[in-house]
């Protein structure tokens, strides 16, 4: 089974950026595909970014232009840098990795990290 961790949410101004990364535990595992979600209190869990296979880059309207996903291979790590925050981005934060490989077992799936917590402050 898949572990994913993210990190990096905490409290910011409106106007700040965070860096959100999305890791597996354990083993060496290297994401391929995968999406990060938001869920803000009372409302549903809504896509905000995903990373291909092939490196696009997919955004919501709501976080274009501030909002990057990226890789680094190097570490097995997904990140979802967010610049200009608003307070409607306040949210829980989840990674979603669809496929995945550890060494030359290869991951197809609906993993889901535990979600970080992203507060932005007006």
């Known amino acids: 089974q898949v572990q994913l961790v993210e990190s990096g949410g905490g409290l910011v101004q409106a106007g700040g950026s965070l860096r959100l990364s999305c890791a597996a535990s354990?083993?060496?595992?290297?994401?391929?595909?995968m999406s990060w979600y938001r869920q803000a209190p009372g409302k549903q869990r809504e896509l905000v970014a995903s990373?291909?296979?092939?490196?696009?880059?997919i955004y919501a309207d709501s976080v274009k232009g501030r909002f990057t996903v990226s890789r680094d291979n190097t570490k097995n790590t997904v990140f979802l840098q967010m610049n200009s925050l608003k307070p409607e981005d306040t949210a829980v934060y989840y990674c979603?990795?669809?496929?995945?490989?550890?060494?030359?077992?290869?991951?197809?799936?609906?993993?889901w990290g535990q979600g970080t917590q992203v507060t932005v402050s007006s």
């Open positions: 354990g083993s060496v595992f290297k994401i391929d595909a």
């Open positions: 990373l291909t296979a092939d490196d696009r880059k």
């Open positions: 979603n990795v669809v496929r995945g490989r550890s060494g030359v077992t290869l991951y197809s799936g609906n993993f």
